[in-house]
């Protein structure tokens, strides 16, 4: 069996490609046309502008030195007559006998304090140091009595080399500072170790009592 030339699509198959392909072409050439106009918009950047300013510094002033102090003039002959050559100066003796120009006693914390066998003892009692006892008058007017111990450094010659408060009951009213200076104005026999001598430390309680 033949088909009919008519009804036979390959034959017409070309025929209808070129018809399709025109009609496309068309159609995009009238949407072309017919579109809006493209055109690139313009964007404007805005450049910021630094400005720079120029501050004007003032001018660092110099400070001038002093200048140095002159030199010493040299000494020159003197060409009047009535002025002596030779003037001599009179020695002049000062008399030290009357002053104690003993060196000074080494510092506490020099001196190597002993154990004692017998123990140095207040000159006149606690009563020398009573005698020279102050009372402090703002504690004196509080009616406040107190005690101190003082802790005393003897040599061996019996001199004070080292008075310390070791305890003050009240403080912050001058019993201390009171303490301290009676102690000071009496005299002691020097303490013994294996009766030689030697450089002790001994504590001594003050007692302020207001007289009723």
């Given at each position: 069996?033949r ?29 072309f ?21 120029v ?33 001599t ?45 102050v ?21 061996e010659?019996g ?11 009240p ?42």
């Amino acid at each position: 069996m033949r088909k009919h030339p008519e009804a036979d699509l390959r034959l017409k198959y070309r025929k209808f490609m070129e018809i399709s392909l025109t009609i496309s072409l068309s159609i995009v050439i009238i949407v072309f046309l017919i579109s809006k106009e493209f055109r690139a918009k313009e964007i404007k950047q805005e450049v910021t502008q630094i400005i720079v300013e120029v501050e004007d510094i003032p001018q660092t002033e110099q400070i001038k030195r002093p200048p140095p102090p002159p030199r010493p003039a040299v000494p020159i002959e003197s060409e009047d007559p009535d002025i002596e050559e030779d003037i001599t100066i009179e020695e002049t003796l000062l008399d030290l006998s009357d002053y104690d120009i003993s060196p000074p006693p080494p510092p506490a914390s020099a001196i190597e304090f002993f154990a004692y066998d017998e123990a140095p003892t207040i000159i006149g009692g606690m009563a020398a140091i009573k005698k020279n006892l102050v009372y402090p008058e703002i504690a004196q007017k509080a009616g406040v009595s107190a005690t101190v111990i003082v802790l005393v450094g003897i040599d061996e010659k019996g001199g004070i080399i080292l008075v310390e408060v070791m305890q003050e009951r009240p403080k912050g009213l001058g019993f201390g500072e009171a303490a301290m200076d009676a102690v000071r104005k009496v005299k002691f026999t020097p303490g013994k170790q294996r009766d030689k001598p030697v450089p002790v430390k001994i504590s001594i309680p003050v007692h302020f009592q207001i007289k009723k």
